[in-house]
């Protein structure tokens, strides 16, 4: 999967919708069903921006954030332990979540 596929793939885990309009373009919908616009450029950018990634993760359940924890390298227990969470980039973030929601390997 390349980025803008895995992007797709956090937005809908996340609850976005993409819905056919009558063009040939896709429509999204917001979680709470809410128009969200045209393009992949309304869907939140996961890989590059931080806030978006937090929001995300945050909808974890506490067993799959110890999952995430763990593959942000989170899981030696050594002083590194925070340092590998606290400068994890927003791409690092957005893959440690892909693979804990299973949603690619």
């Not at 069903?33 to 909808?59: M, R, S």
């Not at 999952?67 to 994890?88: E, I, M």
Request: net charge negative; aromatic share 12%; proline share 2%.
């Amino acid at each position: 999967m390349n980025t803008e596929e895995k992007r797709i793939a956090i937005a809908e885990a996340c609850g976005w919708r993409q819905v056919k309009s009558e063009f040939t373009f896709k429509t999204w919908v917001l979680p709470d069903g809410g128009y969200g616009g045209i393009g992949i450029d309304c869907v939140p950018d996961y890989f590059n921006n931080h806030n978006a990634i937090h929001e995300a993760v945050n909808e974890l359940s506490d067993d799959q954030k110890c999952r995430y924890v763990v593959l942000l390298g989170g899981c030696d227990r050594t002083r590194d332990f925070s340092w590998n969470l606290a400068f994890a980039s927003a791409a690092q973030c957005a893959e440690a979540l892909g693979l804990t929601l299973g949603l690619w390997k």
